[in-house]
């Protein structure tokens, strides 16, 4: 294996793992029953609580599937980063560094994001449906990156000003 094959081999793992842990957690929320998924929004503050979980779910569904092609991977990034960045804001933030601490802290959102912005900027790599489709040198490097940063935490941030009305405490 030469050196750019190893990096392909490495970027396609990076998209596998991170599409699937994105694809199994919007399964999840839409699994058994998005109503639970719903009714845990709208304890957030998210409204309306039905429409956000379905959001969510899809965008994470979506850019699972997205990455694991590795089509429009900088949307896909995006998706992740914007999902992450909103369960950090309205969950996670709160709640100290360490996902083991009560309430769950933010490492693990802040590593997937960190991951979503890099995957981005990077690219897919050649074994993937962008390369294909001979679309990954217009969706890479810099635009790749401003693609996934600015749709994620643009996205996130007017999601967030627009729907998200925590009770006051």
Do not use: Q
């Not at 970027?11 to 929320?29: K, P, Y």
């Not at 997205?66 to 429009?72: R, S, T």
Request: aromatic residues 8%; proline residues 5%; contains cysteine.
């Amino acid at each position: 294996m030469n050196d750019a094959d190893a990096i392909d081999f490495a970027l396609l793992l990076l998209r596998c793992g991170v599409g699937a842990v994105m694809l199994a957690h919007g399964i999840n929320h839409v699994r058994p029953n998005i109503d639970g998924t719903a009714a845990w929004f709208g304890s957030m503050g998210m409204k309306p609580p039905k429409l956000h979980a379905w959001l969510a779910s899809i965008t994470e569904i979506g850019a699972g599937l997205a990455l694991v092609a590795g089509l429009l991977t900088p949307f896909a990034a995006a998706g992740v980063v914007g999902v992450m960045f909103v369960a950090w804001a309205i969950n996670h933030r709160g709640n100290g560094f360490f996902i083991f601490r009560p309430g769950e802290g933010w490492e693990y959102v802040m590593t997937l994001g960190i991951v979503g912005l890099a995957i981005g900027a990077i690219g897919p790599g050649r074994w993937s449906l962008d390369h294909a489709l001979d679309l990954d040198a217009d969706l890479t490097g810099t635009s790749g990156l401003l693609i996934a940063a600015i749709g994620g935490i643009g996205g996130g941030a007017a999601l967030i000003a627009g729907f998200w009305r925590p009770d006051p405490e």
